[in-house]
DNA sequence: AGAGGTTACGGGCAGCGTAAGGATC
DNA sequence: GATCCTTACGCTGCCCGTAACCTCT
């Protein structure tokens, strides 16, 4: 009869598609993945998948399968997380992060979780949102903090914080009388994250809007170095200033007041909704409960 | 995470309320068990049994986790029904018989299983009613063909034939003119089964309503020597006569016309429900194909 | 040639059975 | 002492990982 973790392993290659990204999925070996299916498929006496050069694909009998086996390892899921002892919940979880996150609350969730599941592992990534969500949306992460709610089926998102927006600079660079005009601003050179996320779109948008002499901007993805740059006077970085409370408590660094208008950060935990998810949603929830705090 | 075959052991243990019993059941010894079930709860991280001196009982976790569990052997048992080759159905089957059905259809029976589902082992007990009823209550049997429904939770029935009783005698005794009144049957020895049986509890109900002397009975748990007696002139008996049709042919036995009513005997094919029987209902389904053919 | 799956093979460990231990009636 | 569960221990067999092989693009 076969056990839960042939259907788990059998399930990941139907949903994937594959037995190598299954293995990967699985933190297993290729062999070892397909050793498991041709046992199944030898115990069940037939064919669960079509093996063609490039791909394989469910044959029906394997799509009924896959119904059942997903509805067992729900089953399983929700009988864990009734029943056992929450330190019995063990097992790992690909978190990916913002480095916003990591300068803010990041610290405070890893103790929380470390001490409401102690045997969970976290595997934490620290990426720019879009590669973030490229990883969730194929399951090399199980779980990310990141911009904006993820759009995919099977995916859900649960607001965590935003975090405004702000022009900041180094405390005793003269940008003339409060409020700053934007002509002022860009007058330096603007530092702020990659061209690919958000904050960046959003700024650029906001200067194409006006209609001046394209600033020059800095991107980079490492918030320290941005922060760092700031400090050493390169230019005014666009981040949001909950990252930088001792340097702004020191005084190192200033908030520029100006009547331009920068949208939140809204940041959204996201995870795929799969049915071996064990603590992923209580994981997230406790997640909100201290980006809120 | 627990394995379907860890949640299998706790079930049995939990239904059966016994280490040693659950290990019976399943074919395997009670250390096993024993060890099973300790690593089921470590890995839950929680009692699962109050351990008693001389009795084991389910901890509320337990009680949860049996649902749970009841659960998954179910799902398991549909997943292998709906998707699995009937080839690939492979178990033990303990099945208990009542002599009639072995010299009625047993063999054809037991032909048609074997083509059906090649994977399953027949192991076929025959024994009385009484016993064969007790056995499937304590779990020792999972299906028994006998007389009469099994009134009991989580037994089910199915109504498989009725054969009539009569009186059968050697040819050349001669017992006078037909219809045989029941004080002329009674002068010779009554050879029936044995005392616990409803063939014999029915007989004895009938003669003694009708206020003659006690017969002599002679009671024999051995259909075949019955049989046998009868063929020897011992006495006549009552027995369905379907289970000698050759006798009856050949002219060796006849059946003795007369106005005695005896009730028909009634056969069911009786099972208890558990989660886990993969094909009893179909073998059930099979049997009751047969017997009323 | 390289990507992806299968087959072959060796080693580690889970889980079984035997046997001894301990508790309770 | 008998019954029933646990602990100890050696062994088997499953399953995993490494490596070689096959096949299609």
Redesign the pocket.
Known sequence: MP?I?SLEVFYWVAQLN???RAAERL??????V??????LETELGLRL?D?A????SLTPKGRELLDYAERMLRLRADMMRAVAAPAALSGLMRLGVSETIVHTWLAKFIERVNSTFPGITLDIVVDVSPNLRDALVVHELDMAFLLGPVSQPNMTNYDLCRYPLAFVVRSDIDLGPEPVPLARLTEMPIITFPKTTRPYLTLRDTLSRAELPAPRIFSNSSLSTIVRMTEDGIGISVIPPVVIPRELATGALRIVRTDVKLPDLAFTASLPLTPDGLIADPVAQLAREIAQA
Chains 1, 2 share one sequence.
């Not at 933190?27 to 070892?32: S, Y």
């Not at 397909?34 to 046992?39: F, I, L, P, T």
Request: no cysteine; glycine share 0%.
């Open positions: 056990e973790r594959s037995f190598r933190n297993t070996t290729q062999p070892a397909s050793q498991r299916v041709a046992a998948f093996r050069a490039r791909s394989v």
